[in-house]
């Protein structure tokens, strides 16, 4: 009877061990999965946030660019397709920082948007207005920028 006892024990014994074995290797597996996903992620955001600084350069650089129609603005596809898998993934302040980019983007591409209309109208004063005011905003985008950048640059 105590050699069946001691089976059984040993039997439970072994069950909880290799239960306990396959949570902690799922749990370890899930993380680096997550941090596979992630890096992924922040690779493919950071060729968008970096085309995006190239665009804010051509515009600071020249004015006029900033009102043609076939110069391409600024893209937030990436963004847009992916920020609710990227707030799971990475820190509240860090999502925040990449919102905030994010945001001020689509602002001025708002407003590059109006330029565009306001040249097709021909109104002038209008577009003038438009392209001072963005232009203004552009350094404004230009930090936004380095910071969404810094945060990518932080989880790769």
Do not use: C
């Amino acid at each position: 009877m105590t050699t069946d006892t001691n089976l059984i024990q040993f039997l439970a014994a072994a069950g909880i061990l290799a239960a306990a074995l396959t949570f902690i290797s799922e749990r370890i597996v899930g993380r680096f999965q997550r941090r596979r996903e992630l890096r992924g992620l922040m690779r493919i955001l950071r060729a968008e946030i970096a085309g995006n600084q190239e665009k804010t350069e051509a515009f600071s650089e020249d004015h006029t660019v900033i009102s043609n129609e076939f110069f391409p603005g600024w893209e937030r596809y990436v963004w847009q397709e992916n920020a609710p898998r990227i707030a799971q993934l990475i820190s509240k302040s860090d999502f925040e920082r990449l919102t905030n980019h994010y945001q001020t983007l689509g602002a001025l591409q708002t407003v590059r948007d109006l330029t565009i209309a306001a040249l097709k109208e021909e109104a002038v004063r209008v577009r003038e207005d438009l392209v001072t005011r963005l232009a203004g905003r552009l350094p404004d985008l230009r930090t936004s920028g380095d910071d969404a950048m810094g945060v990518v640059d932080k989880h790769l």
